[in-house]
């Protein structure tokens, strides 16, 4: 059975249309960067026209011209945003990249940045001065930087070109969670069909305020929370990630201070709120104007969301206003979306059925060891449509789990400059998300990401899922555990490997001991192998989301030092990072 929503059909028909209306309409709405301090310095959506007016001109000058890939990579929102309408208003194909934040020898966005410069055919590339002054790449020369502020300011009237609904508007480089980044196309017409569509799971308005603290090179910052309030023409703030990850509270002093309405945060955000709500004295925020925090960009924790609302609720944040929502860059960036102040949809499932019947069956039992709770991720957003199909990709009955595929005019019509793999994501019209999942009471349930499936003995475990069981023993917070498989041809089937942040100590063997006790326990499995490693040498995406195969990968090569350990013999090998 297929599940889809159909609607809408804007006057706005591109990305520039938007921004020019939402000036002419509303000239007081506008954008709130905040700095590190809490203070907000707002600009009016009629500011950023005047802004990227002025920018657009200095680009010409430079020789930047319209159909020009160009990579924007500054230091903050309040100067990518302005770049960003620069190159929509004079038609450049823009895709925004982490700063390489410094330029030592372990240095995961340069690299990402040389890989993006060389696959769209060596680019200009724009830095802020802090970047640019020090940059130094062997692939990406000089000439091809541009410092910010040295972009000239060019007298006279800009001239913007209006492109055709259906011109290539953006390239949004995937965050590579297996993999190297691929360039998703996405032009005016997919974005705005997928930002309108997003409007309406929000029941936006004009009176609503959108605060945002995830990046804008992730597809979630800059399409969520950047250019869907430009449609819905409503206020937008921004606080720039490095600061929300040094100071989380400055996020919900935003939202207290200007009555934010709706935001986003996944996981890995709630667990950093968290533990620093455990460690600082909080402040006394009012959070009730919230109606909608959208959960999605990594495998929902249920157990931190819980955590997350019951911690903040004496600060009188709604629990029907967490969403959990599901989306991929190759769709704009929405798939489905939870219904408005609603609250998370809960549901325990079998948890031998999951793995060994690749069956959804609900269960009423207390008992954790039996189940796994899973948040529905709700229904497809308007104009959206997807399928659950098996590895034939044959549609299977509601509560059976498979492949979701998807299809709609927001998703892309392939990568830049990659036949084989546009060809090889499509099946016959759908677009293959690498996600696992199944439909239950007509909502979406996602198990997880098909290259993250560990086989042992004909069952099916999901590396996220094992990762939240180990969280149920105490003294184990959250991204400290990241488990995968890797075949082994001697036992025929993928042996465990546990990844565990911190130093090698007898807690860290106990606490090894118990997780493999409760694997054994729960699910009849064993963890093979223990390797400790440093916090900052877990490769995560953008949106925070754990890029397993690098470490599978480090593994496979054998660079991970061995140790030896006592005769203890549940713990048969640790092995040590680097």
Same mark, same amino acid.
């Given at each position: 059975?297929?599940?889809?929503?159909?609607?809408?059909?804007?006057?706005?028909?591109?990305?520039?249309?938007?921004?020019?209306?939402?000036?002419?309409?509303?000239? *007081?709405?506008?954008?709130?960067?905040?700095?590190?301090?809490?203070?907000?310095?707002?600009?009016?959506?009629?500011?950023?026209?005047?802004?990227?007016?002025?920018?657009?001109?200095?680009?010409?000058?430079?020789?930047?011209?319209?159909?020009?890939?160009?990579?924007?990579?500054?230091?903050?929102?309040?100067?990518?945003?302005?770049?960003?309408?620069?190159?929509?208003?004079?038609?450049?194909?823009?895709?925004?990249? =982490?700063?390489?934040?410094?330029?030592?020898?372990?240095?995961?966005?340069?690299?990402?940045?040389?890989?993006?410069?060389?696959?769209?055919?060596?680019?200009?590339?724009?830095?802020?001065?802090? @970047?640019?002054?020090?940059?130094?790449?062997?692939?990406?020369? @000089?000439?091809? +930087? +541009?410092?910010?502020?040295?972009?000239? /300011?060019? !007298?006279? /009237?800009?001239?913007?070109?209006?492109?055709?609904?259906?011109?290539?508007?953006? +390239? =949004?480089?995937?965050?590579?969670?297996?993999?190297?980044?691929?360039?998703?196309?996405?032009?005016?017409?997919?974005?705005?069909?997928? +930002?309108?569509?997003?409007?309406?799971?929000?029941?936006?308005?004009?009176?609503?305020?959108?605060?945002?603290?995830?990046?804008?090179?992730?597809?979630?910052?800059?399409?969520?929370?950047?250019?869907?309030?430009?449609?819905?023409?409503? *206020?937008?703030?921004?606080?720039?990630?490095?600061?929300?990850?040094?100071?989380?509270?400055?996020?919900?002093?935003?939202?207290? @201070?200007?009555?934010?309405?709706?935001?986003?945060?996944? %996981?890995?955000?709630?667990?950093?709120?968290?533990?620093?709500?455990?460690?600082?004295?909080?402040?006394?925020?009012?959070?009730?104007?919230?109606?909608?925090?959208?959960? $999605?960009?990594?495998?929902?924790?249920?157990?931190?969301?819980?955590?997350?609302?019951?911690?903040?609720?004496?600060?009188?944040?709604?629990?029907?206003?967490?969403?959990?929502?599901?989306? #991929?860059?190759?769709?704009?960036?929405?798939?489905?979306?939870?219904?408005?102040?609603?609250?998370?949809?809960?549901?325990?499932? *079998?948890?031998?059925?999951?793995?060994?019947?690749?069956?959804?069956?609900?269960?009423?039992?207390? *008992?954790?060891?039996?189940?796994?709770?899973?948040?529905?991720?709700?229904?497809?957003?308007?104009?959206?449509?997807?399928?659950?199909?098996?590895?034939?990709?044959?549609?299977?009955?509601?509560?059976?789990?498979?492949?979701?595929?998807?299809?709609?005019?927001?998703?892309?019509? $392939?990568?830049? !400059?990659?036949?084989?793999?546009?060809?090889?994501?499509?099946?016959?019209?759908?677009?293959?998300?690498?996600?696992? $999942?199944?439909?239950?009471?007509?909502?979406?349930?996602?198990?997880?990401?098909?290259?993250?499936?560990?086989?042992? @003995?004909? =069952?099916?475990?999901?590396?996220?899922?094992?990762?939240?069981?180990?969280?149920?023993?105490?003294?184990?917070?959250?991204?400290?555990?990241?488990?995968?498989?890797?075949?082994?041809?001697?036992? $025929?089937?993928?042996?465990?490997?546990?990844?565990? &942040?911190?130093?090698?100590?007898?807690? #860290?063997? %106990?606490?090894?001991?118990?997780?493999?006790?409760?694997?054994?326990?729960?699910?009849?499995?064993?963890?093979?192998?223990?390797?400790?490693?440093?916090?900052? =040498?877990?490769?995560?995406?953008?949106?925070?989301?754990?890029?397993?195969?690098?470490?599978?990968?480090?593994?496979?090569?054998?660079?991970?030092?061995?140790? &030896?350990?006592?005769? !203890?013999?549940?713990?048969?090998?640790?092995?040590?990072?680097?």
């Amino acid at each position: 059975m297929m599940h889809n929503n159909t609607d809408h059909n804007n006057s706005v028909k591109t990305l520039s249309d938007m921004l020019l209306y939402v000036v002419r309409h509303y000239p *007081d709405k506008g954008i709130g960067y905040v700095n590190a301090d809490g203070t907000i310095l707002f600009k009016t959506y009629s500011d950023l026209l005047s802004k990227a007016g002025k920018l657009l001109q200095g680009l010409m000058s430079l020789g930047c011209s319209a159909g020009d890939k160009i990579i924007l990579a500054p230091g903050s929102n309040a100067e990518t945003i302005p770049l960003l309408w620069a190159c929509f208003l004079g038609r450049m194909i823009p895709t925004i990249l =982490q700063p390489p934040v410094s330029f030592s020898e372990y240095n995961p966005p340069l690299e990402k940045m040389e890989k993006v410069f060389l696959k769209l055919e060596k680019p200009k590339v724009v830095l802020s001065e802090n @970047h640019a002054s020090k940059f130094d790449s062997g692939v990406i020369p @000089h000439k091809n +930087i +541009i410092n910010i502020d040295d972009i000239p /300011d060019v !007298n006279g /009237d800009p001239e913007f070109i209006n492109p055709d609904p259906s011109d290539l508007a953006f +390239i =949004q480089f995937s965050s590579g969670s297996t993999g190297d980044p691929k360039g998703i196309l996405l032009t005016h017409k997919n974005i705005l069909t997928n +930002i309108a569509a997003i409007n309406v799971g929000f029941d936006s308005n004009v009176q609503d305020k959108m605060i945002n603290w995830m990046p804008l090179y992730h597809d979630m910052g800059l399409v969520g929370y950047h250019l869907t309030p430009l449609l819905g023409y409503y *206020d937008q703030y921004h606080i720039d990630t490095v600061d929300f990850i040094k100071h989380p509270f400055i996020w919900l002093d935003v939202i207290d @201070h200007v009555r934010g309405t709706i935001t986003g945060c996944p %996981n890995f955000g709630q667990a950093l709120l968290l533990r620093h709500l455990k460690r600082n004295h909080a402040n006394r925020w009012d959070l009730s104007s919230m109606k909608a925090i959208a959960n $999605g960009a990594e495998p929902i924790s249920v157990d931190i969301m819980r955590e997350f609302m019951e911690r903040l609720r004496p600060y009188s944040l709604k629990a029907e206003a967490m969403m959990p929502v599901y989306g #991929m860059a190759e769709s704009t960036l929405a798939v489905t979306v939870s219904p408005l102040l609603k609250g998370p949809s809960v549901v325990p499932f *079998d948890r031998k059925a999951l793995h060994h019947d690749l069956k959804a069956i609900p269960v009423h039992t207390s *008992d954790r060891s039996q189940v796994r709770l899973m948040p529905s991720v709700g229904k497809a957003i308007n104009n959206m449509t997807f399928r659950i199909v098996d590895d034939h990709d044959k549609e299977v009955e509601e509560g059976n789990i498979g492949h979701i595929q998807i299809k709609g005019p927001s998703v892309t019509a $392939g990568y830049y !400059n990659d036949p084989a793999a546009t060809a090889g994501v499509f099946c016959d019209g759908w677009l293959r998300t690498g996600d696992q $999942g199944f439909v239950f009471e007509d909502n979406l349930f996602i198990t997880g990401r098909y290259k993250d499936i560990i086989f042992i @003995h004909g =069952q099916n475990f999901y590396s996220n899922d094992l990762e939240h069981l180990a969280q149920t023993i105490e003294g184990i917070a959250y991204g400290k555990v990241i488990i995968a498989g890797v075949f082994d041809e001697e036992i $025929g089937c993928d042996k465990v490997i546990l990844f565990f &942040a911190g130093q090698v100590s007898h807690n #860290m063997i %106990n606490t090894f001991n118990k997780i493999r006790k409760i694997f054994i326990e729960t699910l009849g499995i064993s963890v093979d192998v223990l390797i400790p490693i440093k916090s900052n =040498q877990i490769p995560k995406t953008s949106s925070g989301k754990i890029q397993r195969y690098k470490l599978i990968s480090a593994f496979l090569k054998d660079e991970f030092k061995e140790v &030896a350990v006592d005769a !203890n013999p549940l713990a048969q090998r640790i092995k040590p990072a680097f």
